[in-house]
């Protein structure tokens, strides 16, 4: 009989994560602290700020958008060669940067071609990692989340030096020569399939006959039910990296809706048209015959599959392939739009938090990048913390997040009134524990709720939305500063739309606890 095959959970598994932290130490980190090079080049450029944070948020949003074409592009070529294309993309963006001199060219350059580069290299690397895990997927993640959390630390404070020591043209160039340690990384991805283990036998599994190929009943020959089984066994479907077989994707909308050209094992052996009850003993003339039926029976169904697909418009096609059937569910859509509001809000503000210190505050580039560091150090300290809090408060993953965003709608409001650098590291230290926390609650939120074999099309669904929501919140933020002349408007904006998640999620709560009550259950 086909044994099912299972990743490693380690071996060349641990380089794999050695190559994703890398990935992520260099990426990760530039992406968050741009903000800190384009204060000074759009200030050399002439940029206004509409036109300035513009091109910031469309680097992340395009990005974005991108994700939601992610997985039939990775199931495709492959993780290996899309995440090459992607590092070299991200270093072309960022050497085109450097050269850039109007709103356009950097358009091209940092909000497409590098956005494009990031999407890729970031949906490749995550689907490596978790090809080789299952088990120990956790562990892997954390140790790569921990290592991530490391450039946080030390980019803001490079990013610095290099601009104090070359100017900002010459320091993008070095930092997209830095970010070709992610083609290094990239080279050391190779596929899943190479290393994947047989799943060992359970006590259960164990057949009770020591002859495989028959069983004697009565001393006549009957055909095992291993030859069977492995007739129809589809354990040899795996891909390459990791992609999910076709049966797989033809089940993964059950949760919702029945597949009726399903088939499994139990479905062949039922409907034939031999019963027990009828004979014990045959010979191996009607034996083949059971085969002959058994082909013919599959064949049909084969048949009968192909023309219900045929059948299909292209609109349900199209619904099927990237199983947009999950938004029919009311509490998916509601964290769905809850966490894209938050999600927003979170990145708008740490992609313009450099340019609001530098605009509202007036402070040197060296004090920002102390600051940003801050929140670096403080973030993954928070990003290890998170989870025993968690465990310790006894409460699930979106009530943990909400309890974040309430504090640092505190926090972001306090920071209006902060004038010192004191004062800012200390609302920096702030903002950290409260981002460390929102990242780990963040990516549990949605796993906690959808099926692991329709969690790829969620994530999927979920990042198209975040970018159509970064890119209208986002592009509006630059025209609110110009008309008010000050970032206080923007900062009072995302904190409201941080207040619209917490008021949604609450009225869901409430609505579900009172029908609960109602019902008496």
């Known amino acids: 009989m086909s ?3 299972v990743p490693p959970d380690g071996g060349y598994g641990w380089v794999v994560t050695f190559a994703y932290a890398l990935n992520n130490v260099v990426v990760l ?4 602290g741009f903000g800190l090079v384009f204060q000074e080049a759009f200030s050399d450029t002439g940029l206004s700020a509409t036109q300035g944070t513009l091109i910031i ?3 992340h949003g395009f990005g974005m958008l991108l994700s939601f074409f992610g997985g039939p592009v ?5 993780y290996r060669k899309v995440a ?3 590092a070299i993309l991200i270093s072309i963006g960022l050497m085109l940067t450097a050269i850039s001199s109007n709103f356009w060219l950097f358009l091209l350059s940092y909000s497409i071609i590098n956005s494009m580069g990031v999407a890729a290299v970031m949906a490749s690397f995550s689907l490596a990692i978790n090809s080789f895990f299952k088990e120990k997927r956790g562990r892997a993640i954390g140790v790569g989340m921990s290592i991530t959390g490391l450039g946080a630390i030390y980019m803001p404070l490079l990013m610095s030096v290099l601009m104090y020591a070359y100017g900002w043209r010459y320091a993008v160039l070095i930092l997209g020569a830095i970010c070709l340690h992610s083609l290094l990384a990239a080279c050391l991805l190779r596929p899943a399939k190479w290393y994947l283990k047989v799943n060992p036998k359970t006590e259960e599994e164990q057949p009770l006959n020591k002859e495989i190929d028959v069983e004697l009943i009565n001393g006549s020959v009957t055909p095992s039910k291993d030859i069977g089984i492995s007739s129809v066994s589809n354990s040899e479907q795996i891909r390459e990296n990791g992609d999910v077989p076709t049966d797989i ?3 993964r909308n059950a949760a919702s809706q029945p597949d009726i050209c399903k088939t499994t094992d139990e479905s062949y052996l039922s409907e034939s048209r031999y019963k027990w009850w009828e004979s014990q003993e045959i010979n191996l003339g009607s034996s083949i015959n059971i085969f002959r039926e058994f082909d013919k029976v599959h064949k049909e169904k084969e048949v009968v599959c192909e ?3 045929e059948d299909k418009t292209y609109l349900q096609r199209f619904i099927d392939f990237f199983d947009l059937t999950l938004l029919s569910d009311p509490i998916f859509v509601n964290m769905l739009v809850g966490m894209s509001l938050a999600s927003c809000v979170e990145t708008n503000f740490s992609l313009l938090l450099p340019i609001i210190l530098k605009d509202m505050l007036q402070f040197e580039t060296s004090e920002i990048a102390k600051i940003m560091a801050v929140i670096g150090f403080s973030d993954t300290l928070f990003r290890f913390l998170s989870p025993f809090i968690g465990e310790w408060c006894n409460k699930p993953p979106r009530v943990m997040y909400m309890v974040s965003l309430l504090v640092i709608i505190f926090t972001r409001t306090i920071m209006l009134f902060t004038t010192s650098f004191l004062g800012m590291v200390l609302v920096g230290l702030a903002i950290g524990i409260t981002k460390g926390v929102r990242t780990v609650y963040m990516n549990i939120i949605i796993p906690s709720y959808v099926p692991l074999e329709r969690l790829p099309f969620a994530s999927g669904i979920q990042m198209f939305f975040n970018g159509i929501v970064i890119i209208t919140i986002g592009s509006s933020l630059g025209r609110i500063r110009d008309v008010t002349g000050s ?6 904006v995302l904190n409201f739309v941080t207040l619209v998640t917490i008021i949604l999620w609450s009225s869901e709560f409430i609505y579900f606890r009172l029908t609960k009550k109602n019902t008496g259950k």
């Open 57 to 59: 948020i469309l680097n």
């Open 29 to 32: 980190p530039l992406i968050a």
């Open 487 to 492: 970032y206080t408007a923007p900062i009072t």
């Open 84 to 86: 090459v294309v992607g």
């Open 3 to 5: 044994r099912a095959k």
């Open 74 to 78: 990775l199931r495709r070529f492959g």
């Open 249 to 251: 994707l033809k089940n």
């Open 307 to 309: 023309t219900k697909t």
